[in-house]
Nanobody, 125 residues
Framework: VQLQASGGGWAQAGGSLIVSCEAF????????IGWFRQAPGSEREGVAC???????SYADSVKGRFTVSRAAVENTVYLQMKGLKSEDTAVYYC????????????????????WGQGTQVTVSS
């Protein structure tokens, strides 16, 4: 059972990037998905999350700029990031929760059972 994160990289402020997270050994169809990020010296914070039923929530700091989506056939989830800002610079992590959690619960790290290895996103101003 594994989550493999990829994408990210470097972008100028105002630019766009996509990070993806592919699941191996299990299907994402019935899992809640979360995207988190951690900047140096900071705690890990929630960016976006999606329940197994398709409800989505975004942190205020990324609302209107980031979009989380799932490609069922590819067993992959995506985080599309537009209008990037220097403060978006962080290591981004995807996570999957095996139980049917409510949207309010999956905004925090607690419910998640599987974590990807993280991928670096760097935004220069």
């Amino acid at each position: 059972v594994q989550l493999q994160a990829s994408g990210g990289g470097w972008a100028q402020a105002g630019g766009s990037l996509i990070v993806s997270c592919e699941a191996f050994g299990f299907s994402l169809n019935n899992y809640a998905i979360g995207w988190f990020r951690q900047a140096p010296g900071s705690e890990r914070e929630g960016v976006a999350c999606r329940t197994s039923g398709g409800q989505v929530s975004y942190a205020d700091s990324v609302k209107g700029r980031f979009t989380v989506s799932r490609a069922a056939v590819e067993n992959t989830v995506y985080l599309q990031m537009k209008g990037l800002k220097s403060e978006d610079t962080a290591v981004y992590y995807c996570a999957a929760a095996t139980r049917r959690w409510a949207l309010s619960a999956i905004r925090s790290t607690g419910p998640y059972d599987y974590w990807g290895q993280g991928t670096q996103v760097t935004v220069s101003s």
